[in-house]
């Protein structure tokens, strides 16, 4: 069974550029979240869908950071513009669905340098 | 609201000795618990988890944890330490129901000596 998906691995940009980022969930999984890793800290979750609707957004950036999940499996997670403060991995992660029992299933993160 | 404490973030063991990490958790209901592993620039994998049922729980590559209500803990143990055991764990806390968000703790480094 294929994993998440994550793609860039890597990406550098300088600070007030944009970066998207993508990411393709387990199949069948219809919770899909992404997460921000800082070095040295536990990840914080930014939006949590379920299906194509957004669950849970509240640590998101909205004056920086959109994600969207148009047709329920592919997530696009976009930061505009970038700011140093936003170097991180952004992990994608799946589950079959939104019970907290679940096991989350994580793709292997795409490591963000803001210069 | 739920908390989680890892204490201690780095932890060093000789290869073939007891691996130990602690984590402590706060709940007013009953939790879910996670031990999650990151090994270097990957994403993270489910060690174990305990949702229900029996209190000790066993997860892949030979750890397990135990869940004890009275001292609010969920410790992550292993008999014997391999080296392939170096990475980052990470342990987590939800509640029963839909869309409950995954508290996590701030994650312990664990180093295999050999």
């Known amino acids: 069974e294929a994993g998440v998906a994550q793609s860039p691995r890597y990406k550098i940009i300088e600070k007030r550029q944009s970066v998207a980022f993508w990411c393709n969930p387990i199949?069948?999984?219809?919770?899909l979240y992404w997460y921000q890793q800082i070095l040295g800290q536990g990840p914080k979750l930014l939006i949590q869908?379920?299906?194509?609707?957004?669950?849970?957004d509240s640590q998101l950036p909205k004056d920086r950071f959109s994600a969207e999940r148009l047709k329920g499996v592919d997530s696009t997670l976009k930061i505009q513009p970038a700011k140093l403060e936003d170097s991180a991995v952004y992990l994608c992660?799946?589950?079959?669905?939104?019970?907290?029992?679940?096991?989350?299933?994580f793709g292997e993160g795409s490591w963000l340098t803001v210069v | 609201a739920q908390s989680v404490t890892q204490l201690g973030s780095h932890v060093s063991v000789s290869e073939g000795a007891l691996v130990l990490l602690r984590c402590n958790y706060s709940?007013?209901?009953?939790?879910?618990l996670f031990w999650y592993v990151q090994y270097p620039n990957q994403g993270l994998q489910l060690l174990l988890k305990?949702?229900?049922?029996a209190t000790l729980v066993k997860g892949i590559n030979g750890f397990e944890a135990e869940f004890k209500k009275s001292e609010t803990s969920f410790h992550l143990t292993k008999p014997s330490a391999h080296m392939s055991d170096a990475a980052e764990y990470f342990c987590?806390?939800?509640?029963?129901?839909?869309?409950?968000?995954?508290?996590w703790g701030l994650g312990t480094s664990l180093a295999v000596n050999p």
């Open positions: 992660a799946s589950s079959l669905s939104p019970d907290s029992g679940n096991t989350i299933y």
């Open positions: 199949s069948g999984h219809a919770t």
């Open positions: 869908f379920q299906n194509n609707g957004v669950v849970d």
């Open positions: 709940s007013s209901v009953p939790p879910y």
């Open positions: 305990y949702t229900t049922g």
């Open positions: 987590a806390v939800s509640v029963a129901g839909n869309n409950r968000k995954l508290i």
